[in-house]
């Protein structure tokens, strides 16, 4: 395989995936940012008391994770909607795409597994301390794990090309 087929094999669907939970949170933040300046905002993801995702994103986790405001304190800059955290980190993930070297997927799986914890810790969050259902927290949940399994699909793409392209190099030169 070279490097522009392993390119063409994941390039796509997970810069494809990351533009999807990028324009996830987007609505997301845009959601939360309506609701901070009119509290009767319905969103169009608020199907019922039980499915609402305004129910979640105004809740104290619905920024900084509901972590940043105790440790940084409620005025901190860090302390933004969880939507924007994902418009920076979907916008990386894409961008890390551009670039086939095994070192920088390397860093690309190591923000996927970070990804993912956070999304259980936001699951258990959802389902157990707010009882709601989000459907756009839980497209993201699923974002984060599509583009952990391509992360580690194209990683061992790369690695295995470095190696034979690497080889190649060194009988070349032992001619």
């Given at each position: 395989m070279s490097v522009n087929e392993c390119k063409c094999q994941f390039f796509s669907p997970m810069v494809l995936s990351s533009l999807i939970g990028l324009l996830l949170s987007v609505y997301s933040t845009h959601v939360e940012i309506q609701l901070e300046l009119d509290n009767d905002y319905e969103a169009l993801c608020d199907l019922n008391e039980g499915i609402s995702c305004t129910k979640v994103f105004s809740s104290k986790y619905g920024k900084g994770f509901g972590i940043i405001h105790h440790v940084l304190?409620?005025?901190?800059?860090?302390?933004?909607?969880?939507?924007?955290?994902?418009?920076?980190?979907?916008?990386?993930i894409a961008l890390l795409c551009f670039v086939n070297d095994s070192n920088v997927a390397r860093v690309q799986i190591y923000l996927c597994i970070v990804s993912n914890i956070i999304?259980?810790?936001?699951?258990?969050?959802?389902y157990f301390v707010?009882?709601?259902f989000c459907i756009v927290c839980v497209s993201t949940y699923v974002v984060n794990?599509?583009?952990?399994?391509?992360?580690?699909?194209?990683?061992?793409?790369?690695?295995?090309?470095?190696?034979?392209?690497?080889?190649?190099?060194?009988?070349d030169k032992t001619k």
């Amino acid at each position: 395989m070279s490097v522009n087929e392993c390119k063409c094999q994941f390039f796509s669907p997970m810069v494809l995936s990351s533009l999807i939970g990028l324009l996830l949170s987007v609505y997301s933040t845009h959601v939360e940012i309506q609701l901070e300046l009119d509290n009767d905002y319905e969103a169009l993801c608020d199907l019922n008391e039980g499915i609402s995702c305004t129910k979640v994103f105004s809740s104290k986790y619905g920024k900084g994770f509901g972590i940043i405001h105790h440790v940084l304190g409620e005025e901190s800059v860090f302390n933004q909607p969880n939507g924007l955290f994902g418009i920076f980190f979907y916008a990386l993930i894409a961008l890390l795409c551009f670039v086939n070297d095994s070192n920088v997927a390397r860093v690309q799986i190591y923000l996927c597994i970070v990804s993912n914890i956070i999304s259980l810790y936001l699951a258990y969050l959802l389902y157990f301390v707010l009882e709601d259902f989000c459907i756009v927290c839980v497209s993201t949940y699923v974002v984060n794990g599509i583009n952990l399994y391509l992360s580690v699909k194209r990683y061992h793409s790369l690695v295995a090309i470095e190696r034979e392209f690497g080889q190649k190099m060194v009988d070349d030169k032992t001619k």
